[in-house]
């Protein structure tokens, strides 16, 4: 009966007011939420209408300014200035010089404009860049009577009943911009002229004009399309320069939107033939001014949808919640998300504590934390278990291999065939061998773990020398400080490096084959540095896999090891083994070939344990 009790009592814990407050806290969130999505919907919408201006004006700006930019190149360049003030006695002297400005306004106006290069719609267009010339300037009798909006070199008389040109001459502006049709097919044209000023005298000698289509202002709103409203560009006049709504040269100035607009980037509700719209206006920085007008109505249109969704949403809600929530969220989730926090505490997954035994009030969860408490003391076992095992067996496989080798008959071998060689007369022989007797005795180390850096050394060195026996042209080379040779290190450290440097840098190499081994302190560490001109090797991926591999996961016969020679997998998982975590191999980036370096502990021979050395063979 108690049990029934225990096992019912968080029944007895819910009741009508948790419920109702969570009826309440659906409909609270069902309603914020509505209304946050019209506040963002609405916002979303308005700031891809200011989006879109800003596009189109940064945009528009920048093709404006290229076309400024062109002029300017012509108003500054030197060598134009001379041919446009170089005078001429008879005017075929002049002819070359003509031509030449022609050649350059021509390349000029092969500089495309931007346009959208998506659109096939969208003709690509060339600038014109055309020269009006005064009576002052040398080319003046060469150029064309009559002004053409075509690139080339006209006289500046034909200009006298245009408009800006009166504008430009007559007022203290250099600069002046203007729409027109031009040509019999009364393409839409924009201009820019600029009076170019000698830089001898401050006479004017000429009207710089660069000409652009519009349909290249056309492809910037085209790719800043409004879903409801449409872009104005006027220009100081008023006059229509671009619009979906309105026509080239439309007067727009006098309309009351346009009137009315404060063109400093702020917007203001104005009537568009009737509709209320959203006007936000900018000035160009040559006078115009661009207009976006987007219908008030169309910023709330989705403020009945979005509160329908939301009404229905909460009803779902309130709904679901009052069938489910008592019995799936707290009889089920909440206890079961306490055992896993329990089970993720750092002290019970590093076994220093036992799982906290859980009081749920339910029989299963209650049931299940004692069976997974039970479950980890038996892995920690385990794994101990496993842990001692594989330490017992490598000691095995070490004195195995150490049982296999006799030092003392092979080191008698070895003097008996150096001493036959001596005798025969054979020194070459007799050379190979003492390098190979060094190779056994400093790489045996009577068994021991560590030695002096100075008989690695000579270790490696009778290795390379063997090896340059049979590679004539094998470079080794040895940077190391005398003061260092008795710093001592885990044995037989360098020869697996400059092994694998020989077989997998220089394979299939046979001519300037060039190894260097060097040595140098920093800080509390000891580097040892192995470098080779051979083929090199991806840096990255080598100290990624240095990275990954966890101690023991390779055997002595692995694959990767029997790639590498002794394998630098092995050399790095030996050096952290007596040397900890912070130490082991690294690649480093070099201009040719591959450099590995050897980080270890700065260790003198008197500070080493004793017992971490094995008995002599």
């Not at 892995?379 to 150490?402: A, M, T, V, Y």
């Not at 030996?574 to 370096?597: A, K, M, N």
Request: charged share 20%.
């Amino acid at each position: 009966m108690v049990t029934n009790k225990r096992h019912t009592s968080l029944l007895a814990r819910i009741s009508l007011p948790v419920f109702a407050l969570v009826v309440t806290v659906i409909a609270l969130f069902a309603a914020s939420a509505s209304y946050i999505l019209i506040r963002v919907q609405n916002e979303h919408t308005r700031q891809m209408a200011e989006q879109s201006m800003k596009f189109v004006h940064r945009n528009l700006e920048y093709q404006l300014d290229t076309m400024n930019n062109m002029a300017a190149f012509l108003l500054s360049n030197q060598s134009i200035e001379n041919l446009l003030e170089t005078e001429h006695s008879a005017p075929y002297e002049a002819v070359n010089d003509f031509f030449t400005l022609q050649t350059n306004l021509q390349n000029l106006s092969l500089l495309s404009l931007l346009n959208d290069a998506h659109s096939g719609s969208i003709v690509q267009q060339t600038y014109v860049v055309a020269v009006a010339l005064e009576p002052e300037s040398g080319l003046y009798t060469l150029a064309t009577d009559h002004f053409d909006p075509v690139t080339g070199i006209y006289k500046s008389t034909d200009l006298l009943n245009e408009s800006w040109y009166r504008d430009l001459i007559s007022g203290g502006r250099r600069n002046v911009w203007w729409g027109q049709k031009a040509g019999r097919s009364g393409t839409a044209m924009i201009y820019s002229a600029t009076k170019k000023i000698s830089t001898k005298d401050g006479r004017v000698i000429g009207t710089v004009m660069i000409g652009a289509d519009t349909g290249s202002i056309r492809s910037l709103f085209e790719n800043a399309a409004l879903t409801s409203g449409f872009h104005l560009l006027v220009d100081e006049e008023g006059r229509v320069i671009y619009s979906e709504r309105y026509a080239f040269l439309e007067p727009a100035g006098g309309l009351p939107f346009v009137r009315s607009a404060n063109c400093d980037g702020s917007s203001a509700d104005a009537k568009v033939e009737g509709t209320v719209h959203r006007v936000t206006c900018v000035k160009m920085d040559n006078g115009w001014k661009l207009l976006t007008a987007v219908p008030k109505s169309h910023f709330g249109r989705y403020t009945f949808a979005i509160s329908a969704i939301g009404a229905l949403a909460a009803m779902a809600a309130v709904l679901i919640a009052g069938l489910w929530l008592r019995r799936i969220v707290i009889r089920v989730t909440v206890p079961i998300t306490r055992l896993v926090n329990a089970v993720q505490r750092p002290e019970v997954l590093a076994f220093r504590e036992p799982l906290p035994k859980l009081k749920s009030g339910i029989h299963e969860v209650e049931t299940l934390n004692e069976k997974f408490a039970s479950m980890l003391v038996t892995l920690h076992g385990l794994i101990e278990k496993s842990f001692e095992e594989e330490i017992e067996r490598r000691q095995l496989q070490l004195e195995l291999l150490n049982a296999q080798i006799n030092p003392h008959f092979l080191y008698n071998t070895l003097d008996l065939i150096n001493c036959r060689a001596i005798l025969a007369g054979d020194r070459e022989t007799s050379a190979i061998v003492r390098s190979l007797a060094n190779v056994f005795r400093f790489g045996l180390n009577r068994g021991r773990t560590w030695i002096s850096l100075d008989n690695e050394i000579k270790q490696v060195e009778a290795y390379l020398h063997i090896q340059q026996m049979m590679h004539d042209d094998l470079l080794a080379e040895f940077h190391i400080a005398s003061d260092l040779q008795d710093i001592v290190i885990p044995h037989f450290i360098l020869q697996p490096l400059a092994e694998n440097a020989i077989v997998h840098g220089f394979a299939g190499r046979t001519d300037d084959c060039r190894i260097a081994i060097t040595a140098q302190v920093e800080g509390n560490a000891l580097i040892l540095r192995v470098e080779d001109n051979g083929k090199g090797c991806n840096i990255e991926e080598r100290n990624r896999v240095l990275r990954e591999q966890e101690a023991g996961e390779h055997s002595l016969t692995s694959d990767s090891s029997a790639e590498n020679g002794y394998g630098t997998l092995n050399v790095h998982r030996r050096i952290q083994l007596h040397c900890g975590p912070g130490f082991g191999l690294r690649y480093v980036p070099v201009d040719e070939g591959t450099c590995v370096e050897v980080v270890l502990p700065l260790r003198s021979h008197v500070q080493i344990d004793p017992e971490e050395e094995s008995p002599d063979v």
